[in-house]
């Protein structure tokens, strides 16, 4: 008796502290995504820091798969994260002027008025064709956004008719052997660091796969903004040598490649 009370009280204190998913549709007029499921994560509590970050996945994929993928269910618990995923399939999603970016925007409004989520800037990150997602989604709505991240993405969006100041911080990784993307990721990164934003590039091994630690950068990169945590050197993308980051203004804008501690642990040890 003693030893199944014992049981029954572990078995209370996980299921008090375990997460909850759901999942809920929203209405759209796009012919693939009439009854477009989003599936949300909450954290452990919500509290007056909590906000949204919403995980684009892979070309099609289920919001589902996405959370699973992704693994930022720590980061969530830590920071008191709202995970949002979509299960966008085809209508050309990843245009959010078309009718997605509505749609996410409207399912953000229902998950923030229904668990009384703060409304505060959001969080992007997507892989493939969420990573094309993310940064689209970025440009078509900037004021909504406090930081995003991409992996392995070959389309984003033209500098010019920008509706941003001053881009968002920004974090872009992509496989060494994935070459088309890799050279578009590295344009685009100089570019938008020309233009004022501060940008993590990370060239990592490999070629298109997620692997873990594109997820272990991106969720350093995350917490790092939310703890508002500091670079302490800055590597030059032309010659790859690190400085500490008091010598940045000798780097040309569009090489600075700004890295923490722990940043520069993970990915030049």
Avoid at 74 to 102: C, H, I, M, Q, T
Avoid at 104 to 132: D, I, M, T
Avoid at 221 to 232: G, I, K, M, T
Wanted: hydrophobic residues 40%.
């Amino acid at each position: 008796m003693i030893r199944l009370f014992c049981l029954l009280v572990l078995v209370a204190a996980f299921c008090a502290g375990a997460a909850k998913v759901e999942t809920f549709t929203v209405a759209t007029s796009a012919p693939n995504n009439r009854r477009l499921e989003f599936a949300v994560r909450l954290p452990e509590r919500i509290t007056p820091q909590s906000r949204i970050m919403v995980l684009f996945g892979g070309r099609n994929w289920k919001a589902a798969q996405t959370l699973k993928a992704y693994r930022f269910d720590r980061l969530a618990d830590r920071y008191g994260l709202v995970l949002l995923a979509p299960s966008f399939f085809n209508d050309d999603y990843w245009e959010p002027e078309k009718w997605s970016g509505r749609a996410l925007f409207n399912a953000v409004a229902r998950v923030e008025k229904k668990y009384g989520v703060p409304q505060k800037q959001l969080l992007y990150f997507g892989y493939s064709a969420g990573g094309q997602c993310a940064n689209l989604f970025y440009n078509y709505a900037p004021h909504r956004v406090g930081a995003w991240g991409a992996h392995g993405c070959g389309v984003y969006f033209p500098f010019r008719g920008n509706k941003f100041t001053r881009p968002a911080p920004a974090l872009l990784s992509c496989g060494l052997g994935d070459d088309v993307r890799f050279e578009i990721s590295r344009t685009f990164a100089f570019n938008y660091r020309e233009k004022g934003g501060r940008l993590l590039w990370l060239t990592l091994p490999g070629g298109h796969e997620l692997n873990p630690k594109v997820l272990e950068v991106a969720r350093t990169f995350f917490a790092e903004w939310l703890d508002r945590v500091p670079p302490r050197f800055v590597a030059d993308d032309e010659s790859g040598i690190v400085y500490p980051v008091s010598q940045a203004e000798s780097i040309d804008p569009e090489y600075r490649n700004y890295l923490s501690e722990k940043i520069k642990g993970l990915v030049r040890p």
